[in-house]
């Protein structure tokens, strides 16, 4: 049996992420993989988190932005949020379990399991960091 090549390896479509297998209870103990959100996923996360401001024709001055009341602020998390979420959950076949055509789906029901599931992607991010600290 052939060693397999370091540009395969490094080409794999998930060898550039940390993963692990999770119980989810809320879900029949089924097992999911959880893995590290992708730069995809974190550039859509910022465009919801943080949008810019549109482009303006040149010489016209941008207003300021209102405030967002708690409610409003609570949702754009929530909505950015559930774009790492899609990213991030796997079945044990490494398959995602949904796509963004699904954000609207998985917005009507995120909940805190969902969550949950999600800060433990981002742990996986904090565990690799403080490994380096050490």
């Known amino acids: 049996m052939s060693k397999p090549s370091l540009k395969a390896l490094a080409l794999a479509p998930m060898a550039g992420f940390r993963k692990k297998e999770v119980s989810v209870p809320e879900w029949d103990n089924a097992k999911v993989i959880i893995r590290e959100p992708s730069a995809e996923a974190w550039i859509r996360w910022q465009g919801i988190a943080?949008?810019?401001?549109?482009?303006?024709p040149e010489?016209?001055?941008?207003?300021?932005?209102p405030e967002l009341?708690?409610?409003e602020r609570a949702f754009r998390t929530m909505r950015a949020d559930v774009t790492l979420f899609i990213d991030i959950l796997l079945d044990t076949d490494l398959q995602p379990v949904?796509?963004?055509d699904d954000t609207e789906q998985v917005?009507?029901?995120y909940g805190p399991v969902h969550s949950r599931l999600l800060k433990q992607a981002l742990d996986l991010i904090r565990d690799a960091d403080d490994a380096k600290a050490k």
């Open 50 to 56: 943080s949008p810019e401001p549109p482009k303006l």
């Open 59 to 65: 010489g016209q001055e941008p207003q300021e932005a």
């Open 69 to 71: 009341t708690p409610s």
């Open 98 to 100: 949904f796509t963004v």
């Open 107 to 109: 917005e009507a029901i």
